[in-house]
């Protein structure tokens, strides 16, 4: 349990798991924040850079961790943690390092920049869905770019929006493209100067606009290899070699201002490094050894730097065959776009640690450390900011909630929980990344989980106060998770067609057996505005003794919506709401009402805010009803409208749909001809407006409020015997065209006639 201070009030906090049991509750020293404002933490919870500690000044690459590649502002290193492997970038600046986590099934590729592509499968020449992170820029959002829908796969990186790629034709031939993501628009552009018959495209590290490429060519029983040097800029290649080594089995591609170099074997010569000075075409040949020796080797102007797995790396000039010793016990290398190479490993005095190797003056390569080995400084994971509205309206943020809290690190997931206080109902969902920097951002739909013992699924969340858990997990699954909880307050605008207090109307129902049906509408429906249905709820048994079943808005003085039901005898009894989708037990309110054969409430007719009532009698004659607001007395004396409504077979109270002065009824005739009466605000109505013909489909209407949140009442038409059992027509607010055109939805589908009285 957490017990956070909040303006004046205790916020009690249950746990929603094991995970949030054990979590450290960081108790934020803020007071209440309304929309918009974001709650800072205390200053003790700052993060600290990973190299803060480090009297050298320089960045620590993690002890135990592997080399994995570096870029010019900073490098990779990798490890694995309960076989799950994990990318970390750490700058050379000494600022915070980021985690990557590898998703499932996937992997990552590195280019010698400050790159790193995510994709969806952990061999790389088969990655297909690529998000591109640019770490020089940790805060910026990925670029994701799917290479499946261009039947393509991954070859190498070249920008922060940019790849080069192998798209395969229909003919099962490949290109090699450029593919940039711009936004929300993927370009490509081809590659020109290759082998027809070229596949299986590999890449080097991309530098001064140009990248050396791998493939293969030949029928698949005599596959030669090819190396090309390629203009991405131009979309041309400049320069081709052939090469022993074909395809995805074997290769290393480097290249340099003056020189391309590329991994060869044989059975005669072992492994082997061909280069070839690219002025003069001389080709040559450096052996390493045996191929199952863990050799490495890295171009670094006209010098190869190589050597096995903690042997001293050398450095050989491929002009002039001078050698040098460069000191470095080495247990792994990388390139760099910047053309020069870094080193795993340890030197003298100097340690262990990461070692750069670069071009000096005298024409000598130059050894420096970059990075010790070590330990990293734990930087803390707190949630550092919440935003979370005090109070919102869904119906006033085009039916969304956002919600979003800064942690102290981005390799984190947050797990969020919505508590509805009054119900226990429960949303919860992850966050698998931040949206931006270490911000992570929940757009909630304002939707939350009902179960029953038969089925479990999302309806509109009821209003009321909520309890907003958020728990934070490092990726890796070490240190204990960081912990905050809110409170908000759920008000949608009021609707009085709403049983269960979730904003969205409600359309009751009572089938052939009497019993009385509740069908909960969503409130913002996704599916191109249909007005959808979200469950169906059974009130109970006994109502067939009722001739009339209406739903009449709030007449008995509370929130909720209420029901007003007339028995054989002309009993009127009032069922109040209670909130929660039920009724509380009947109370008799009134006799005499069997002289009526149409009855609408629900419609304020005289703009006092309470909803009245309208009832037709045998001899064709309109009384309006005055809503109270008393529940004993719902209706005031009944006062007399006018005669000739025998006319009209269907009377509904839709509310203000003219906006005009008050409440409106809709009539149907005996002929099927629809009219609009305009409430005067004095009980009484204007002269009929004719709607149209053909409402005599329809076996009842529903004035069902305001069913897609543009601030007037809509009405539902029943009873057709198709495959829709009702259609939606949504009121436009003028008088001579009332309404759209009928929408179709899936409320009653198929069950047009099965229903005696639905209001």
Known sequence: MSD????????????????????????????????????????????????????????????????????????FSYDYTDGVMSLVWTPYDGGPSTRLHRPEGGGFALAGNDLAVIG?????????????????????????????????????????????????????TAELHVVTRNGATTTTRRIAGLPADATEFTGSTARDG??????????????????????????????TYSSVESGYDFTQLMFSASHVAWLDHS???????????????????????????????????????????????????????????????????????????????????EGDGLFRVAAAQDGTLAVTKVAETGVPPVVPLVIQEVHVPDTVNPDRTSGRVNLAWTLSRADAYLDVTLTHIATGKEFKTRVNAPAKGTTFSLAWDGVIEESTPDESGFVDAPNGKYAVEAEATLLDGSGEPAYQGWMMNLARTYNPHDFNDNGSTDVLFR?????????????????????????????????????????????????????????????????????????????????????????????????????????ADTSGVLWFYKGTGNYAKPYAPRVRVGGGWQAFNQITAVGNIAGTAAGDLVARDTSGVLWLYQGNGRGGFAPGVKVGGGWGAYSQFVGADDLDNDGRPDLIAYGTSGEYGAYVYRSTGTVTAPFRGRQTTDLFTYDGLRYSNVS
């Open 4 to 75: 956070l201070p909040r303006g004046g009030f205790t916020l009690q906090l249950r746990s929603t798991g094991t995970r949030l049991a054990a979590a450290v509750t960081a108790v934020l020293a803020v007071t209440a924040v309304g929309a918009g404002t974001l709650a800072t933490a205390p200053a003790a919870f700052a993060a600290t850079s990973a190299a803060a500690d480090q009297a050298s000044g320089l960045p620590v690459f993690p002890k135990g961790d592997n080399l994995a590649g570096v870029g010019t502002s900073g490098f």
């Open 120 to 172: 969806d499968e952990s061999w790389t020449v088969l990655m297909r869905s690529l998000t591109l992170r640019n770490m020089a820029d940790p805060a910026a959002p990925g670029v994701d770019i799917d290479l499946g829908a261009l039947n393509g796969n991954y070859v190498a990186v070249l920008s922060p929006t940019s790849v080069l790629a192998q798209i395969t034709k229909a003919d099962g």
């Open 210 to 239: 140009s990248v050396l490429v791998g493939y293969a060519t030949g029928p698949a029983d005599a596959r030669t290899g090819g190396r090309a040097l390629v203009d991405t800029a131009a979309g041309t290649v400049t320069e």
């Open 267 to 349: 059975d005669e010569d072992g492994l082997y490094v061909t280069s070839v000075d690219r002025r003069t075409g001389e080709e040559k040949k450096t052996a390493l050894g045996s191929r199952t020796d863990p050799w490495f080797c890295e171009l670094v102007g006209d010098r190869l730097v190589y050597g096995a797995r903690w042997s001293t790396a050398r450095a050989v000039s491929l002009t002039s065959g001078e050698s040098q010793d460069l000191g470095v016990a080495t247990a792994a290398s990388a390139s760099s776009s910047d053309g020069s190479a870094v080193l795993q490993g340890s030197r003298g005095e």
């Open 511 to 615: 089938d052939a057996n009497g019993v009385l049906w509740r069908e909960d509408l969503r409130d913002r429906t996704p599916l191109y505005g249909e007005v959808r249905t979200a469950r169906t709820t059974r009130i109970g048994s006994g109502w067939g003794i009722y001739k009339t079943i209406e739903a009449v808005g709030n007449v008995g003085g509370a929130a909720t919506g209420d029901v007003i039901a007339v028995d054989g005898s002309g009993v009127q009894w009032l069922y109040l709401g209670k909130g929660d989708g039920t009724f509380a037990p009947r109370v008799k309110v009134g006799t005499g009402w069997q002289v009526y054969n149409k009855v609408a409430g629900g419609s304020d007719l005289d703009g006092d805010n309470r909803p009245d009532a309208v009832a």
